[in-house]
Structure formats: structure tokens, C-alpha cells
């Protein structure tokens, strides 16, 4: 588990999340505020932003939710 940071491409954030598992293809993330989240979004993984990740939702629970990174073109 690792601290993550849910952002937008604006700069603005949306505020702190855990990441439990991680995969080449998405992520399972735990946070807070489940119903604040959009369903698209870029997940920070780095302190200083440099490490990104465009996600989709997938799935939502009460505590968790399932993203799948998108592709860049």
C-alpha cells in the first residue's frame, strides 16, 4: 500500500487516496469520500506529480474503488 494523490488535468485536486493493488492495467484504490469521485480523473503516484495515471472507474464499493488506466495516443 502506498499514498496517491486523485487530481485533474487542471491542476486542481481532489484530495488523498491508498492504493492497494496495482497492476499494469488499473489499480484498486481506498479512500474516503467514494461519492466525490468522478469517473474520470488522473491518479498522482508520485510526490512531485511526475508519476501519472489517466484512470477510468470501474467499480465502486463503500471504501474501495476499481480504476483502469487509460491509454495515452
Not at 481532489?14 to 488499473?26: F, Q
Not at 512531485?48 to 471504501?63: A, F, I, K, P, Y
Request: aromatic share 6%; with cysteine; charged share 25%.
Amino acid at each position: 500500500m502506498h499514498a496517491a494523490r486523485i487530481g485533474f488535468a487542471d491542476g486542481s485536486m481532489l484530495g488523498d487516496c491508498r492504493v492497494i493493488d496495482m497492476s499494469g492495467a488499473g489499480a484498486r484504490l481506498e479512500l474516503k469520500n467514494i461519492d466525490t469521485v468522478p469517473d474520470q480523473f488522473e491518479l498522482l503516484l508520485s510526490y512531485d506529480g511526475h508519476l501519472r495515471r489517466q484512470c477510468s472507474v470501474v467499480w465502486r464499493s463503500e471504501t474501495a474503488i476499481g480504476v483502469e488506466f487509460i491509454q495515452s495516443t
